[in-house]
């Protein structure tokens, strides 16, 4: 299932109080999909377009990531101390601290993670089975509130993943396998500003003219000291750009962090985008400005005007945009949209839609 369907997914099973869990390789963007999908159900309580659910006691929600391969089995169990009863008799009892406590006293929503789950020891799994499922330990209860979903890589994927007792997987409502898709990934980078428009303009380039290979995920486990592209990864080079490395060595750090045949193949593309059309000129003169002939370079000038869009810039940008073909004028205009949704109300933009009253934002 592709990232952007999981994540929709997920926001119905934690309203619905469903346990998931998310299969798929490293990098791929498991545990972003869980915040994604927080960060969604928290703006819907605040607007009011999701409603509070009956059973808990707060409108918020909070994620609680648990590493359980660092856990111990009887991390579940509490610690034991010896209390006084009220007929003043002394007795042991396992007291919950920590994560438990939390799921144990959560008046509001709570989607614990149980992360890198595959790699924890089948005792430390084995720990988890009555909570998830019986929603008790000890004889306390795990509250309403609270949601369980699990990640884990392959058993193939050189992670240390030793598989998922039979008995714990049948806790989960449902075994999801992630897939990445380059469509989704530069739709989130765009929105999150967490990614340098050349990383993005890359992968629309690439996306769009070489479909039969992936070029955004392509994990292949190794034991030799190289790398394979994920989007974690392309993150990665997006922060190389950002940090002001020096030029003569980001053909090798590129290589660093996503395998030779892509960390070239960016590198080459990086010296045809310093080379286009600047934005800051486009947004000055945008009926006179040029257009770029050679699609790779068009894909990465519109990817960053994307990027500075605001309601200051989206004029220019909407008269830049009609002198542009249909098809590249609905991309330019679609990311604008979804970069900023307060455009949608602009009279560039109104007048623009109604030319391409077939298109659907």
């Known amino acids: 299932m592709r990232t952007k369907k999981v994540s929709q997914v997920l926001v119905q099973a934690i309203l619905n109080r469903d346990s998931l869990l998310f299969i798929g390789d490293p990098g791929v963007g498991k545990s972003e999909i869980v915040d994604q999908a927080v960060s969604f159900i928290e703006r819907?309580?605040?607007?009011?377009?999701?409603?509070q659910p009956s059973w808990i006691k707060?409108?918020?929600i909070k994620s609680l990531f648990i590493h359980a391969v660092i856990s111990d089995p009887t991390d579940a169990k509490g610690l034991p101390f010896v209390v006084v009863s009220k007929e003043g008799k002394s007795e042991a009892v396992f007291l919950p601290f920590g994560d438990l406590l939390e799921m144990i006293n959560a008046n509001y929503l709570l989607v614990v993670v149980l992360d890198d789950f595959g790699q924890a020891p089948a005792l430390v799994q084995a720990s988890f089975m009555q909570i998830v499922r019986a929603r008790r330990i000890n004889g306390h209860t795990i509250s309403d509130g609270v949601v369980f979903v699990a990640c884990t890589n392959k058993?193939?994927?050189?992670?240390?993943?030793q598989g998922i007792l039979e008995p714990m997987k049948d806790r989960f409502m449902s075994l999801i396998n992630v897939e990445s898709h380059w469509q989704d990934w530069c739709e989130w980078a765009t929105l999150s500003?967490?990614?340098?428009?050349?990383?993005i303009a890359y992968h629309r380039w690439c996306g769009n003219n070489d479909k039969d290979k992936n070029h955004l995920s392509n994990f292949r486990p190794t034991r030799e000291m190289t790398r394979s592209p994920s989007p974690r990864?392309?993150?990665?080079?997006?922060d190389i750009l950002s940090h002001n490395y020096p030029l003569d060595c980001l053909r090798e750090m590129?290589?660093?962090?996503?395998?030779?045949?892509?960390?070239n193949a960016f590198y080459s593309f990086l010296s045809q985008y310093r080379d286009l059309v600047h934005p800051d000129v486009i947004l000055s003169n945008p009926e006179q400005a040029d257009i770029p002939t050679?699609?790779?370079v068009l894909w990465s000038v519109l990817t960053a005007l994307v990027a500075r869009v605001n309601s200051k810039t989206f004029p220019a940008i909407s008269k830049y945009a009609g002198r542009l073909a249909p098809e590249w004028s609905v991309f330019l205009m679609t990311d604008c949209?979804?970069?900023d949704s307060t455009i949608k109300k602009t009279k560039p933009f109104v007048e623009w839609s109604i030319k391409h009253s077939d298109v659907q934002i």
Not at 155 to 161: E, K
Not at 254 to 263: H, L, M, P
């Open 193 to 199: 500003g967490r990614v340098k428009p050349e990383v």
């Open 58 to 60: 707060t409108k918020a």
């Open 254 to 263: 590129f290589v660093g962090a996503v395998g030779e045949e892509e960390g």
């Open 44 to 51: 819907g309580f605040a607007d009011g377009t999701i409603l």
């Open 233 to 238: 990864a392309w993150e990665y080079m997006s």
């Open 294 to 296: 050679n699609p790779s």
């Open 155 to 161: 058993r193939g994927d050189n992670a240390g993943v």
């Open 337 to 339: 949209a979804r970069k």
